[in-house]
């Protein structure tokens, strides 16, 4: 594991944004795993800017978003496809039918959640991951459980994930209960992984992911067993480390 311990997110955001950028010149056609949530959003400004000043370009990329919440329709300002479009892909030069998130519409959740598995696969796996981490440990939408899931598949949120979440809504009320994620071998199965991290809210579930014993209950946590993690983190987010 490489482990960077910056300053503050306006770091964070940088050093992220270029490792990903060296991802991308070494290989252009590169699939991308993408988080949304606020972490990462600093690094999508930061790759839009260099993507701009004709640095980087996204032609012949292609994106896996992690999750989607259910119920929420592609024009719903707070389902993730218009997270991702208002906030990266509308900005850069991605073409649209190579940018993937699970249909939180589908009628056939199950069907949908295959069908985006044999998606991942049949564009050679995921080449880059990149994730942010909840309070609560989860990776994705994969919550604290008794047993590690494994591919795309439907999951009840944990009332701490609505809790945290319920800060983008008009009130906690209008939070999904459930949403479609990447399982844990969806993630683990990918070539690289870097996991993002800021804040003091964010202290204890790093420690316990790169630290604490490797259990369902962090869902992070197997992350150690990765064979090429990169974990940025700032002094808040990783003041619990030894
Ligand atoms: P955040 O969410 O980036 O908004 O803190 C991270 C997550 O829940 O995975």
Do not use: W
């Not at 940088?14 to 972490?39: F, H």
């Not at 796996?125 to 994969?142: A, E, K, P, T, V």
Request: proline residues 5%.
């Amino acid at each position: 594991m490489e482990l960077l311990i910056v300053k503050d997110y306006d770091e964070l955001s940088r050093k992220a944004a270029e490792i990903v950028a060296d991802e991308l010149k070494s290989n252009p056609r590169i699939v991308l795993g993408l988080p949304t949530g606020a972490t990462p959003l600093g690094m999508y400004r930061e790759l839009i800017e260099m993507y701009k000043e004709g640095k980087i370009s996204f032609k012949d990329v292609i994106t896996f978003n992690l999750d989607e919440y259910e119920g929420l329709s592609k024009e719903d300002p707070n389902s993730y496809y218009r997270f991702m479009n208002d906030n990266f892909f509308s900005h850069i030069d991605i073409k649209e039918e190579n940018t993937n998130i699970p249909d939180g519409m589908a009628v056939d959740i199950e069907r949908e959640c295959r069908e985006y598995e044999d998606k991942i696969a049949k564009s050679g796996g995921i080449d880059f991951m990149i994730l942010g981490i909840g309070n609560n440990g989860h990776i994705g939408f994969n919550e604290p459980a008794e047993f590690f899931p494994g591919f795309t598949h439907r999951v009840k949120l944990a009332e701490s994930t609505i809790q945290a979440n319920s800060r983008f809504f008009d009130s906690i009320d209008h939070v999904p209960r459930y949403a479609l994620t990447m399982g844990i071998k969806s993630i683990m199965h990918s070539k690289k992984i870097m996991l993002l991290a800021s804040g003091k809210a964010k202290a204890e579930a790093i420690k316990g992911a790169l630290q604490g014993p490797i259990t369902p209950k962090l869902p992070a946590s197997v992350l150690q067993l990765h064979r090429h993690l990169i974990v940025i983190v700032d002094e808040e987010a990783g003041a619990l480390l030894e």
